[in-house]
């Protein structure tokens, strides 16, 4: 018997996911546009940078045939003013995700969440850090860690960086109750996914205490009335006597 999948989105699958993301290149040789089923793709033509999805991006690196530009948000100085802001912020809030920028398709106007944002390309914000962020940087950092500036300082930075936030969003799970709800604003794919599985349980833990608290609140109000109940009858039995 086939166990059933756990709700929501697995670390591994946001992973994945993450590589519809889209990402600056330079590539190093020619190559006509391809018909992907996100559409078509620009051709490319060194030096002339263009934009694809990370996975395509990825793979062009592997046979060396383009080369990944980083993020804004992943050199180091960003980082530090990132991480900097962070710990300057309250233990219970998140930095603010990355401001929605311009669409990688669809129609003017429409309202797009990542990977339909473009919040890695080589024009993206370096104040603010994007959904996905975590897992593009561990990408780029294992793939091509040679078109990222310093690389070991990034990795030293992003490792700071996810402590001081998980901490806050264990704060938060430690501090949930049934008349405080809790707010994940500012959390990524990622952190989301790791965390998913604990607030869950957390959530099914409250529910169940409210549970029995309502139980035992029916309960003392059943006693009560049975209470009233017998009084009336009691009173009602000495009225018959009297009379």
Same mark, same amino acid.
């Given at each position: 018997?086939?166990?059933?999948?756990?709700?929501?989105?697995?670390?591994?699958?946001?992973?994945?996911?993450?590589?519809?993301?889209?990402?600056?290149?330079?590539?190093?040789?020619?190559?006509?546009?391809?018909?992907?089923?996100?559409?078509?793709?620009?051709?490319?033509?060194?030096?002339?940078?263009?934009?694809?999805?990370?996975?395509?991006?990825?793979?062009?690196?592997?046979?060396?045939?383009?080369?990944?530009? @980083? %993020?804004?948000? &992943?050199?180091?100085? =960003?980082?530090? $003013?990132?991480?900097?802001?962070?710990?300057?912020? !309250? /233990?219970? #809030?998140?930095?603010?995700?990355?401001?929605?920028?311009?669409?990688?398709?669809?129609?003017?106007?429409?309202?797009?969440? @990542? %990977?339909?944002? &473009?919040?890695?390309? =080589?024009?993206? $914000?370096?104040?603010?850090?994007?959904?996905?962020? !975590? /897992?593009? #940087?561990?990408?780029?950092?294992?793939?091509?860690?040679?078109?990222?500036?310093?690389?070991?300082?990034?990795?030293?930075?992003?490792?700071?960086?996810?402590?001081v936030r998980m901490a806050k969003i264990t704060a938060a799970i430690a501090a949930i109750s049934p008349d405080r709800p809790m707010t994940l604003t500012g959390a990524g794919g990622l952190e989301v996914a790791e965390c998913r599985a604990i607030i869950t349980g957390a959530?099914?833990?409250?529910?169940?205490?409210?549970?029995?608290?309502?139980?035992?609140?029916?309960?003392?109000?059943?006693?009560?009335?049975?209470?009233?109940?017998?009084?009336?009858?009691?009173?009602?039995?000495?009225?018959?006597?009297?009379?």
């Amino acid at each position: 018997m086939a166990h059933p999948l756990p709700p929501g989105l697995t670390p591994s699958e946001v992973g994945f996911l993450c590589e519809m993301e889209m990402v600056t290149v330079i590539p190093r040789q020619r190559l006509e546009e391809l018909e992907l089923l996100g559409g078509r793709t620009p051709a490319l033509r060194p030096p002339q940078r263009a934009i694809l999805p990370l996975w395509l991006a990825l793979q062009l690196k592997r046979q060396q045939r383009a080369n990944i530009v @980083p %993020p804004p948000w &992943l050199a180091p100085s =960003a980082l530090e $003013s990132i991480l900097q802001r962070e710990i300057e912020l !309250s /233990e219970k #809030a998140l930095s603010s995700a990355a401001p929605a920028g311009r669409q990688s398709s669809g129609r003017a106007g429409d309202k797009a969440t @990542p %990977p339909f944002v &473009l919040s890695a390309t =080589a024009d993206a $914000s370096a104040e603010s850090l994007p959904y996905h962020w !975590s /897992e593009i #940087a561990e990408v780029l950092l294992d793939a091509a860690s040679d078109d990222v500036t310093e690389p070991n300082t990034i990795r030293s930075l992003m490792q700071s960086l996810r402590a001081v936030r998980m901490a806050k969003i264990t704060a938060a799970i430690a501090a949930i109750s049934p008349d405080r709800p809790m707010t994940l604003t500012g959390a990524g794919g990622l952190e989301v996914a790791e965390c998913r599985a604990i607030i869950t349980g957390a959530v099914n833990e409250l529910r169940k205490i409210r549970a029995a608290q309502e139980d035992a609140r029916r309960g003392q109000t059943t006693g009560k009335n049975d209470e009233d109940e017998a009084d009336e009858g009691d009173d009602d039995e000495d009225d018959e006597m009297e009379d």
